[in-house]
């Protein structure tokens, strides 16, 4: 089983890139991210592989980190995502974007991938959401005041005021965010009015 690659970069492709490895040419399927990153042709680069082996083909897949190739393999946990959409999400988010992404349930920043629809997106998120906060990087307060509104949990005077930001236009990723900094100032029980004013200040930062 192939787990890394370093060879001389000899062509790429639309979604592959051929590595030289001691006079070997290695076909490595890769994200537009990856490709994107490689050095130029005839210079020296180095993949973290995932090796596909089937009946009538083995395939390789090459990330420029170890923890891309580990989103590749949760991906593809999920229902009715295979390598390609797998890739085609990783094309349009480095990993801890998308770590963020899922924490947070943004189904719109992964649903921007070539291929997935408002569905798989949906699926995405739901079925990963308890894996990425340990890779994302945002406030853990965040994380969970949006579980806490997706599953209709928040108090009244919280949604309101997220209600309240989404309605002036901001997206709701944006609109949580500065809500849950204006909760830890205000503190609890603060009412919806406050909470809205104490976010603007923040958005207006």
């Not at 070539?114 to 406030?139: C, N, T």
């Not at 969970?144 to 901001?170: C, F, M, T, W």
Request: aromatic letters at 4%.
């Amino acid at each position: 089983m192939i787990g890394k690659l370093r060879g001389i970069v000899d062509s790429t492709g639309d979604d592959w890139v051929i590595l030289d490895v001691g006079g070997v040419g290695y076909v490595v399927n890769c994200s537009t991210r990856t490709l994107a990153a490689l050095p130029m042709k005839g210079e020296v680069a180095s993949l973290a592989i995932e090796t596909y082996v089937r009946e009538d083909q083995i395939r390789l897949f090459g990330f420029m980190t170890d923890i891309e190739r580990e989103w590749f393999r949760l991906l593809q946990t999920v229902q009715g995502v295979g390598a390609k959409v797998a890739l085609a999400v990783l094309g349009v988010l480095k990993a801890s974007d998308l770590a963020n992404a899922i924490a947070l349930q943004d189904r719109a920043a992964v649903a921007r991938a070539p291929g997935v629809g408002p569905k798989v997106a949906a699926r995405i998120v739901a079925e990963l959401k308890d894996k990425a906060p340990a890779f994302a990087s945002v406030d853990a307060g965040l994380i969970q005041l949006q579980d806490d509104i997706d599953e209709k949990r928040a108090p009244g005077a919280v949604a309101d005021a997220v209600s309240a930001l989404i309605n002036l236009g901001y997206p709701q990723i944006q609109a949580s965010g500065a809500v849950s900094a204006a909760m830890r100032s205000a503190g609890d029980g603060a009412e919806t009015a406050v909470l809205i004013r104490m976010a603007l200040r923040e958005l207006s930062k």
